[in-house]
């Protein structure tokens, strides 16, 4: 310890001591007091953060708007009722975002003067979904509540209840997050993997938000529901290493179905479950599948093949429907604590699509 540190505490001891009034120990007395009471009064926010993650918490809108939470619930609940992959798409937004500037809302941002937006890159151009729900959550939220409810919390708020719906676990969801004034274009080519991905190159991408490899095999969980394009795994079942042959670790018989529905050429944009026996139900039959080499896209196989550390998990998850519910609120809380815009940064957006 540097010296310096072992002085201070004996020079307060050891200052002359001139005669007090009352009044003065009296002060002397409250101010330690406070002194005394200031880490009691901060030591809740400590727990709620021990990793020093940023300030969200559950009950931000319990004020400002009581009726956020239902009003979304609903709007995803008939969203959700009229088409049963609306949980699964608006369940990605949220990851999309969160992958990009941090949880900021910067996904839902269209073109305009200064913005590209990021609904153009590679993995979102004629994939990502659910940007109606959005609005039309926003628009309730503005009749309700104006300018108080940010676009960002209301993705958050959509992926819980979305996931809720199809049958998944709960957890509270902290709030607080404000929009972004940009988007970048660059940073979702850059950020969010990409199914052909190496799962070295996958943890890398992960790493770099924060989220460690049981983040990443208990996130990709999500693909227990949801659909795909052939055009994102059709390079498994004709060429996966450029000498002409399929993977060799996905199974015979689902592969021969695949191609039924996937050529060569063609059908780019005919869709396929990520999980084939319970598309639209949120439960473990994902890591079930990739077990017996039904995983659908190289990156949700590539976590039984590809390490002996996330088999482990695939494994357990597998076998533990519980074990792998109890760790995705953990790791999506997660995600949606990475670098918000919180305090006064950002703003928060009339419209979803466009800065105020
Ligand atoms: C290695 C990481 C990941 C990769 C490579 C990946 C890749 C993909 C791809 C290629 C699709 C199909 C897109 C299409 O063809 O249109 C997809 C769908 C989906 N992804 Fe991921 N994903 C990853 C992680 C995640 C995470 C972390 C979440 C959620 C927290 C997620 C949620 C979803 C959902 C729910 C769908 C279905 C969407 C729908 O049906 O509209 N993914 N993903």
């Known amino acids: 310890m540097p010296s310096s540190l072992y002085k201070y ?21 409250s101010i330690n007091f406070l002194l005394l009471l200031l880490p009691l009064a901060l030591s809740p926010l400590c727990l709620a953060f021990p990793h020093g993650a940023p300030f969200l918490y559950p009950q931000f809108y319990d004020h400002s708007c009581p009726k956020a939470h239902q009003i979304v619930q ?14 699964a798409s608006l369940l990605r937004l949220h990851f999309h975002d969160c992958f990009v500037k941090g949880c900021d809302a910067s996904i839902l941002l269209d073109s305009s003067q ?30 309700e509540c104006p300018r108080t409810v940010s676009c960002a919390d209301i993705l ?18 902290p709030l607080g997050r404000r929009d972004s004034l940009g988007a970048s ?29 049981v983040d990443l ?21 004709y060429n996966q290493t450029g000498n002409g042959l399929p993977d060799f670790t996905l199974d015979g018989g689902y592969a021969a179905r695949l191609r039924a529905g996937c050529p060569r050429s063609g059908g780019d944009q005919n869709l396929f479950p990520t999980d084939f026996v319970s598309p639209a139900r949120f439960d473990n039959f994902y890591f079930k599948n990739l077990l017996v080499g039904k995983g659908l896209l190289s990156s949700d196989e590539i976590l039984f093949t590809g390490s002996p550390e996330t088999r482990r998990l695939v494994e357990l998850y597998a076998a533990d429907a519980g074990a792998f519910f109890a760790q995705f609120v953990k790791s999506i809380v ?5 670098t918000p815009l919180t305090g006064s940064k950002g703003e928060i957006r009339y419209n979803c699509r466009k800065i105020n």
Not at 117 to 141: H, M, T, Y
Not at 156 to 173: H, I, M, N, Q, Y
Not at 222 to 236: A, E, K, L, M
């Open 114 to 143: 200064g913005i590209v937006s990021e609904k153009g890159s590679i993995p979102n151009r004629n994939s990502i979904r659910g940007f109606e729900v959005i609005d039309e959550i926003k628009s309730a939220l503005e009749k």
């Open 156 to 173: 958050a708020l959509a992926a819980r209840d979305s996931t809720v719906l199809a049958g998944g676990p709960f957890w509270e969801v």
């Open 334 to 338: 997660k995600m949606g604590n990475i």
């Open 74 to 87: 609903s709007i995803v609940a008939k969203a959700v009722a009229k088409e049963a992959r609306m949980a």
């Open 9 to 29: 505490p004996k020079q307060v001891c050891s200052s002359p001591s001139t005669p007090k009034t009352l009044e003065q120990d009296m002060a002397v007395y």
């Open 217 to 237: 095999v208990t996130l990709l969980g999500s693909h227990t529901i949801g659909f795909s394009r052939c055009t994102s795994f059709r390079q498994r079942l």
């Open 185 to 213: 274009i660059q940073g979702s080519n850059r950020n969010i993997p990409a199914p052909n991905n190496t799962l070295p190159t996958i943890i890398t991408k992960f790493k770099l938000q924060g989220l460690d490899i």
